[in-house]
C-alpha cells in the first residue's frame, strides 16, 4: 500500500499553504490569522469547521498558550485531529445480526457500486459469507455492473429487471439470505435525488420492509459521497441524514482531489462515524478511517 500522504498529496498541498505562511509570519497578528482562515476555506473545510477552529486559536493566543508562530501549526493539527476523531469508528460486524444488513445510499457516480464491491470483497476476505441486492433498479447500468462482480467473484447477487420496486429487491434479498445463513447483505439503493420528498418515501419504504423481517434491519445505514463534489458532499450527506437516520458514511475519491478538506466539514456538521476512505481503485483502496492518519497525512 502506498502511504496515505501520497493518495492525499493534492489536498495535503492545499493545506500545505498554511507551513509557506506561517513560516513567513513574524509574529501572531490579526492578519495571520485571516490567512489561516482563508486557507481553511480553500481547502473545503467549510465555515463551520473553520471558524471552529479560528475560534480556539484565538483564545490559545488569547490565554498565552500560542506565543509565537511556531505554536501555530501544532494548534491547527490538535484542533483538525479534535475535530475528526469523535467520527474515527469502525464498522463493527456483529455476527449475532444474520444477515449484518448494510444499506448503501448516495447518488449517482459518488462510486456507490464501486464501493459495495470492495467492501463485499473484504468481509469475503475475513471468511465472511456475502450476498448483494441489486436495488438501484432505475439504473440498468448499475444492475449489470452488480451481477458481473457477483459472477467473477462467486457472490449471489439478487436483482429483478430493470424499473423493478427497490424495497421490493431488497425484501427478497434480506428473506433469501436469511434462509440461507449468509453473513452479510448489501443492499444497493436507486442514486436518483427526485425531491427530498421522494427520497425519504423511498428510503422509509426500504426500512419498512426489512423490519418485517428483521425489526433490526438495516443494521448500518452507509451513505457514500465523492470528496470531489467538496461542499456538495456535506449537502448530500445533510439532506441524506434527514430522509434516513445515517450510521455511517464513506467519502470516496479522495485521490485525486484537493478537496480532502471536506471530511472535516461533515465530522463538524453530522457527527457521523466515517467508516471508510476510498483512495484510488482497487479493493485495498478502500480504507478504515484513521483520524490520526489523516490528519497526519494532510497536515504532517
Ligand atoms: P455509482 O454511480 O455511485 O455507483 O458510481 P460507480 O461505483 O460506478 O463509480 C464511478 C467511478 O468512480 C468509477 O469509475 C469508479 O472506479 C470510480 N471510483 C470509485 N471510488 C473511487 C476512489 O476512491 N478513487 C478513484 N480514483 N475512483 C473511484
Not at 56 to 81: D, H, S
Not at 99 to 113: A, D, H, Y
Not at 255 to 281: C, K, N, S
Request: hydrophobic share 45%.
Amino acid at each position: 500500500q502506498d502511504p496515505l500522504e501520497q493518495r492525499l498529496e493534492r489536498s495535503r498541498a492545499s493545506l500545505g499553504e498554511l507551513f509557506s505562511l506561517i513560516g513567513r509570519a513574524s509574529k501572531v497578528d490579526e492578519e495571520l490569522i485571516e490567512e489561516i482562515e482563508t486557507t481553511l476555506l480553500t481547502a473545503d473545510l467549510g465555515v463551520a469547521a473553520t471558524t471552529r477552529i479560528i475560534d480556539r486559536l484565538r483564545e490559545g493566543i488569547a490565554q498565552g498558550l500560542i506565543g509565537g508562530p511556531e505554536a501555530v501549526l501544532p494548534a491547527v493539527q490538535a484542533e483538525l485531529y479534535d475535530l475528526i476523531e469523535p467520527c474515527e469508528e469502525f464498522l463493527a460486524i456483529d455476527p449475532e445480526r444474520k444477515p449484518f444488513v448494510i444499506l448503501m445510499v448516495g447518488v449517482n457516480g459518488v462510486g456507490k457500486t464501486t464501493t459495495i464491491g470492495k467492501l463485499a470483497r473484504r468481509y469475503l476476505d475475513e471468511g465472511k459469507s456475502v450476498m448483494l441486492a441489486a436495488g438501484d433498479t432505475f439504473r440498468a447500468a448499475a444492475v449489470e455492473q452488480l451481477k458481473a462482480w457477483g459472477e467473477r467473484h462467486g457472490v449471489p447477487v439478487v436483482a429483478q429487471g430493470s424499473g423493478a420496486d427497490t424495497a421490493a429487491v431488497i425484501y427478497d434479498a434480506l428473506h433469501s439470505a436469511k434462509s440461507r445463513g449468509v453473513d452479510i447483505l448489501i443492499a444497493d439503493t436507486a442514486g436518483r435525488l427526485h425531491t427530498q420528498g421522494h427520497l425519504m418515501q423511498e428510503l422509509a419504504k426500504v426500512r419498512r420492509v426489512m423490519q418485517k423481517i428483521d425489526p433490526e434491519a438495516p443494521h448500518e445505514t452507509m451513505l457514500v459521497v465523492d470528496a470531489g463534489t467538496g461542499q456538495n458532499a456535506l449537502a448530500q450527506a445533510r439532506q441524506f441524514n434527514e430522509a434516513v437516520p445515517l450510521t455511517g458514511i464513506t467519502v470516496t475519491k479522495l485521490d485525486g482531489t484537493a478537496r480532502g478538506g471536506v471530511l472535516f466539514a461533515i465530522a463538524e456538521e453530522l457527527r457521523i462515524p466515517i467508516r471508510f476512505i476510498g483512495v484510488g481503485e482497487s479493493a485495498a483502496d478502500l480504507r478504515p478511517f484513521d483520524a490520526g492518519t489523516f490528519v497526519h497525512a494532510l497536515l504532517p
